[in-house]
């Protein structure tokens, strides 16, 4: 699969392909390649910042909707992607902020459950975590 990839860079131009013997071969990224990195990086940092900026948007304001609700805190349970932005947030909001790998939560606060906490599966028939919220579920905007 590497040299049938290889071989297609090459044809675009973007790999120069040069075989030093039977058995070795060379390859070497030309200035249409590094152009083309260059581009697609680019593309890719743009798209990135733009989400970075939506998810953003999308926790400050469930946090100020938590903030009207009179919840002074904010639980993290689990491992998120995002703690640090929650974190960042929730000082700008002077709301505090923990992390927790359990759902025991203080008086005042608000679960928050990570990306690695998973819903009640539909047939069991129980609620899926009535005590919090989802941050898949603000992120994608439900």
């Not at 990195?37 to 469930?62: H, M």
Request: proline share 4%.
């Amino acid at each position: 699969m590497t040299n049938v990839i290889l071989r297609k860079l090459a044809q675009k131009g973007w790999v120069i392909v040069r075989r030093i013997n039977s058995r070795n071969i060379q390859y070497a990224v030309t200035p249409a390649g590094i152009d083309e990195i260059g581009r697609r990086s680019y593309k890719f940092f743009k798209k990135t910042i733009r989400n970075v900026v939506y998810y953003k948007d999308a926790l400050e304001r469930f946090l100020l909707s938590a903030k009207t609700k009179n919840f002074r805190a904010i639980v993290l349970v689990g491992k998120s992607d995002f703690d640090f932005v929650l974190a960042f947030l929730c000082q700008k909001h002077k709301l505090e902020f923990t992390q927790s790998e359990t759902s025991a939560c203080a008086e005042g606060a608000l679960l928050a459950y990570a990306e690695d906490i998973e819903d009640s599966p539909p047939e069991s028939g129980e609620p899926a975590r009535p005590d919090g919220v989802y941050l898949h579920d603000i992120l994608i905007g439900l």
